[in-house]
């Protein structure tokens, strides 16, 4: 009798703990999704978190398209996402994005809305959870 709980009481938490690992939804990260609203193309730009150090690179966009991609933009706390871009004479332009993570984000939606003669990006940022 005392084997048949131990049994059955093993078989109910071995259940649970393997339906909560199966059917609770998997992180695969943040989905970004960066649309050039300009017409012109695009090169070399950078997306990256200041807590993990890994950087996606996109080479191009053409006008009037987007890319999308998965991104891991990590812990919390001091973390910042940003942007940046590298002209073809190596000028540096960095955008912060997101000053502060204090959530995760299931969607990071970046629009380069226009381009201005000194080639500064003209940027507007929407997340959801």
């Known amino acids: 009798m005392f084997r048949r709980i131990i049994l059955a009481l093993f078989l109910v938490v071995s259940v649970i703990i393997l339906a909560t690992r199966f059917l609770s939804p998997v992180d695969q990260g943040t989905t970004v999704i960066i649309k ?5 193309c695009l090169e070399n730009l950078f ?3 200041n807590a993990n150090g890994q950087v996606f690179s996109v080479y191009k966009i053409e006008p ?8 891991d933009i990590g812990g919390f706390n001091e973390n910042a996402i940003y942007l940046k871009c590298v002209s073809e004479l190596g000028d540096i332009r960095n955008y912060n994005l997101i000053g502060y993570v204090h959530e995760l984000y299931s969607y990071i939606y970046i629009d ?5 003669p000194e080639g500064n990006l ?3 940022v929407e997340t959801i959870k």
């Open 122 to 124: 003209n940027i507007k």
């Open 36 to 40: 050039n609203l300009t017409n012109q």
């Open 47 to 49: 997306f990256g978190s």
């Open 112 to 116: 380069i809305v226009s381009v201005d």
């Open 64 to 71: 009037h398209s987007s890319v999308s991609f998965q991104y």
